[in-house]
């Protein structure tokens, strides 16, 4: 219980939505966890993918965080429930987005201030 407080700066952590182990749901949601996830798989991604520039890295940012907007705000507004599956989905996609477009901003930085 004393975790799920602690955690309770990054994410609400309610429980229906968040990842079960063991039977015993994470402190965090299933959107959060991969959104986490994907950041740190997104050090992979860099790696294996040709250089791309800040201005397409946004671009995929941008693309990438629609589907999480829209499920968050459809779900927000009563229209639709929203699964774990598909916050994990959306997590992952902008997770790894957001870190491809946060490694390219910083790399172009550096090259160009060097």
């Not at 955690?7 to 229906?16: A, M, N, S, V």
């Not at 798989?41 to 250089?51: E, K, M, N, Y």
């Not at 997590?91 to 946060?102: P, Q």
Request: charged residues 15%; contains cysteine.
């Amino acid at each position: 219980m004393r975790w799920r407080l602690a955690f309770r700066l990054f994410c609400h952590g309610i429980p229906e939505r968040c990842v079960s182990l063991w039977g015993v749901p994470m402190p965090i949601c299933a959107r959060c966890t991969a959104i986490y996830i994907g950041l740190a798989a997104s050090l992979v991604v860099f790696v294996l993918l040709p250089r791309m520039s800040e201005f397409a890295a946004r671009v995929i940012l941008m693309i990438a965080v629609t589907p999480l907007a829209v499920d968050g705000l459809t779900q927000l507004v009563r229209l639709r429930q929203s699964t774990n599956g598909l916050r994990m989905a959306t997590g992952l996609a902008t997770g790894i987005a957001f870190g491809l477009w946060a490694i390219t901003a910083v790399e172009s930085h550096v090259v160009t201030d060097s």
